[in-house]
T-cell receptor
Framework: AQKITQTQPGMFVQEKEAVTLDCTYD???????LFWYKQPSSGEMIFLIY??????QNATEGRYSLNFQKARKSANLVISASQLGDSAMYFC???????????????FGTGTQLKVEL | DAGVTQSPTHLIKTRGQQVTLRCSPI?????VSWYQQVLGQGPQFIFQ???????GRGNFPDRFSARQFPNYSSELNVNALLLGDSALYLC?????????????FGPGTRLTVL
């Protein structure tokens, strides 16, 4: 089974509108972390936001927020007030287990290509 | 502060050759991880090094090896290159703060195997 599932290969949004990118995950661990990264066409992965499995509140970072629904195992990224520069590939990723001995392998989804239009 | 740096930016090799990719972590970061990203897919974990010791290895053949130096920089070596090794190779460094261990990625090395 896929550990990280992103079901939207591509999304379009109008400038200044909000957009939600979906991510569901599968793990049997109680302790895990969820990350969202942005990858422009240049290739560099840019960290956006983090949500820990024990965090009771949804994470927010500027225009980015993470809609964390633990029972549904979903961690959707919400981008408010979209800008042309938000056009990029977006990846959801998970680190399973606690941070023991330095282990921090990330498992990525297949990504969602977001296009912001005027 | 300088981010993660990787060299070279691009590389073209032929089948059977060997390649070495280099990564310098963010200052103060002791953990370095390597990922392979084939076109159209998400990155796949190859290795993680922490304090110069291997702490994790992904499902990659023994042709792939890595090491970390005392200054926490790292090298990824790939021997006997195959066409399927063509990919973007990403290096990430991290520093644990409490329960959070965010990985910050470099710009990547784009490897083409002909």
């Amino acid at each position: 089974a896929q550990k990280i599932t992103q079901t939207q290969p591509g999304m379009f949004v109008q400038e200044k509108e909000a957009v939600t990118l979906d991510c569901t995950y599968d793990t049997s661990d109680q302790s895990y972390g969820l990350f969202w990264y942005k990858q422009p066409s240049s290739g560099e992965m840019i960290f956006l936001i983090y949500q820990g499995s024990y965090d009771e509140q949804n994470a927010t970072e500027g225009r980015y927020s993470l809609n964390f629904q633990k029972a549904r195992k979903s961690a959707n990224l919400v981008i408010s007030a979209s800008q042309l520069g938000d056009s990029a590939m977006y990846f959801c990723a998970m680190r399973e287990g606690g941070f023991t001995g330095g282990g921090n392998k990330l498992t990525f989804g297949t990504g969602t290509q977001l296009k912001v239009e005027l | 502060d300088a981010g993660v740096t990787q060299s070279p930016t691009h590389l073209i090799k032929t089948r059977g050759q060997q390649v070495t990719l280099r990564c310098s972590p963010i200052s103060g970061h002791k953990s370095v991880s390597w990922y392979q990203q084939v076109l159209g897919q998400g990155p796949q974990f190859i290795f993680q090094y922490y304090e110069k010791e291997e702490r994790g290895r992904g499902n990659f053949p023994d042709r792939f090896s890595a090491r970390q130096f005392p200054n926490y920089s790292s090298e990824l070596n790939v021997n006997a290159l195959l066409l399927g090794d063509s990919a973007l190779y990403l290096c990430a460094s991290s520093f644990r703060q409490g329960a959070i261990d965010t990985q910050y990625f470099g710009p990547g090395t784009r490897l083409t195997v002909l």
